[in-house]
């Protein structure tokens, strides 16, 4: 499965072992983790900016998750889809990248649910959605 993963939930396994961090080692070993360049360069700024992180730490991070993940180019300027339009890149990216969701924490992206044939789940609702495919690919 192709997962798109937002800046927010790539901030959030950086900076706390919880949810988003097992997560991401999940989906890195499970799926095929996507991510833009425009989110790896938002969670660099807010790792060293607003969460104060060691600068050398940052670039050790986001060049692990350059080798480990299918990163995408800068995308053109979306349409606008989201009631918040900094969210229409996440979207215009997880398109662009064939995924089958974006895992996210941003309830403006929860509201929409689904664009297009791409779910957007809160992380906690990763498991369900996983075992759902799972079981749909299974009985294909």
């Not at 807010?46 to 350059?66: I, M, P, T, W």
């Not at 339009?85 to 990216?93: E, I």
Request: aromatic letters at 6%; glycine letters at 4%.
């Amino acid at each position: 499965m192709r997962v798109f993963l937002d800046s927010n939930v790539l901030i959030a396994a950086a900076i706390s072992d919880g949810e988003c961090r097992r997560l991401l080692h999940r989906i890195l070993r499970q799926h095929q983790a996507v991510l833009s360049e425009e989110a790896l360069a938002e969670t660099s700024r807010k790792l060293s900016g607003k969460f104060h992180q060691d600068k050398a730490v940052v670039a050790l991070y986001a060049n692990k998750l350059r080798n480990l993940a299918e990163v995408l180019p800068a995308q053109v300027a979306p349409a606008r889809v989201s009631r918040d339009p900094k969210d229409d890149w996440v979207l215009a990216a997880a398109l662009a990248g064939r995924c089958h969701c974006i895992l996210s924490g941003d309830a403006d992206l929860w509201a929409l649910a689904r664009h297009k044939k791409v779910a957007i789940l809160r992380p906690r609702d990763f498991l369900a959605f996983e075992a759902g495919c799972f079981r749909r690919r299974k009985s294909s």
